[in-house]
C-alpha cells in the first residue's frame, strides 16, 4: 500500500482547514443535498464530502459509510488533494498502490473512487468531494464536469458557513460558531470522560479606549486581543469572540488548573503585546473559569452562563482590593 504524501504547504492547508471552523461540526442539510445528488446522479453506494486534518479524513456530509472518519494514511482523498485535477482510480485491485489498502481489502470495499479536490476560500485544498463504489467502473469528460458543478456547490457552502461562524473584526469564531463547536467538543468529552474547562474572558477597560481614543482604535485593540489569544491557545482549543468585548475560550481534556496556566500564559502575552505597541493603553482582562464534569455534563449555555457569573465575581474581588 502506497500512503498519501504530504502536500508543500501542508502547515498552511492545515490552517486554512481549521479556519473553516467546520471539522467536528453535526450533519447539515446543505451539504447531505450534494452528496444525495452525487449519489444519484452517479448510481454509487457511496458518496462523502471529507475533510483532510491533520491524521485523519473527517466526513462533513456521509451517504452509505457509517464511519465519521478514518486514518489518513490508508485515505484515498489523502491522494487526491495532491493534485489540482480529479483523482480518477477505476479499479482499486488492478493499481499497485491501493490493492492491498485496508479500505479495499475490507469495508467499504472500494475498487472505484473519484475524488474531486475542495478548495477553501483561500484556494487551500482542504478536502474532497468523491464518489465510491465497490465494483470498478468508467468515468467520462462529462461525469467530470457534473462533479466539478457538484464540488462547486460545497466550496460555496464553505466560504457561506465561514461567514456565518467567524467574526468580520476578529476573524475567530463569533458566538453562533463557538456554540455549534462547543456542543460538538463537549459531547466528545462526555464520551471519552475528558475534562473540559471555559474561561469566560472580558477585556478590561474597553468603553475608555472608545472614548479616548475613537472606535477605530477600539476596532485595533479588539483585534490584537484576538490576535494574542489565537498565539496563546492550543490549535485543540476553541476560542471565539462572543460580542462586544466577551470573548471566551474552551479547553478540552484539561481542567480548570490547566486552564488558569493557560490564561497566566495570555497575560504574560499580552503584557509583552503592551509594551511593544505602546497604544497609550494597556490591554488586560478579567476571567471567570468554570470545570465541566463529563459524569455530569452541562450544556454549553450553563458553562457560559458560570463562566460569565465567576468572570464579574473576579472583577467585583478585585475592585474591593483597590
Known sequence: ???????????????????????????????????????????????????????RQWFKSSQGLDACETPRNISFCG?????????????ALADRRFADNPL?????????????PLRAPDGAKVGTLCIIDTVPREFDEEDALALLDLASMVQ??????????TDDLTRISNRRGFLQLAEYGLNFCVRNRQPAALAFIDLDRFKPINDQFGHAEGDIALAAFAEVMQASFRST???????????????????????????????????????????????????GVVEFNPAAPQSVEALLAAGDAQMYAVKAARKRRH
Do not use: W
Open 104 to 116: 479495499v481489502a475490507g469495508a467499504p470495499h472500494i475498487r472505484f473512487y473519484v475524488g474531486c
Open 156 to 165: 460555496d457552502e464553505f466560504t457561506a458557513f465561514q461567514t456565518s461562524t
Open 237 to 287: 482549543d476553541l476560542f471565539a469572540r462572543l460580542g462586544g468585548d466577551e470573548f471566551v475560550v474552551l479547553l478540552t481534556g484539561a481542567g480548570k488548573n490547566d486552564a488558569e496556566q493557560v490564561l497566566h500564559k495570555f497575560g504574560s502575552l499580552l503584557a509583552d503585546y503592551n509594551a511593544r505597541a505602546a497604544r497609550g493603553y494597556d490591554l488586560q482582562f478579567s476571567a
Open 1 to 55: 500500500m502506497e500512503q498519501p504524501g504530504m502536500p508543500f504547504d501542508e502547515a498552511v492547508r492545515l490552517a486554512s482547514l481549521k479556519s473553516l471552523n467546520v471539522l467536528d461540526t453535526p450533519a447539515e442539510e446543505r451539504f447531505d443535498r450534494v452528496t444525495r445528488m452525487a449519489k444519484r446522479m452517479f448510481r454509487v453506494p457511496i458518496a462523502l464530502v471529507s475533510l483532510v486534518d491533520e491524521n
Open 79 to 91: 491522494h487526491a488533494i495532491l493534485g489540482d485535477g480529479i483523482f480518477l482510480i477505476p479499479d
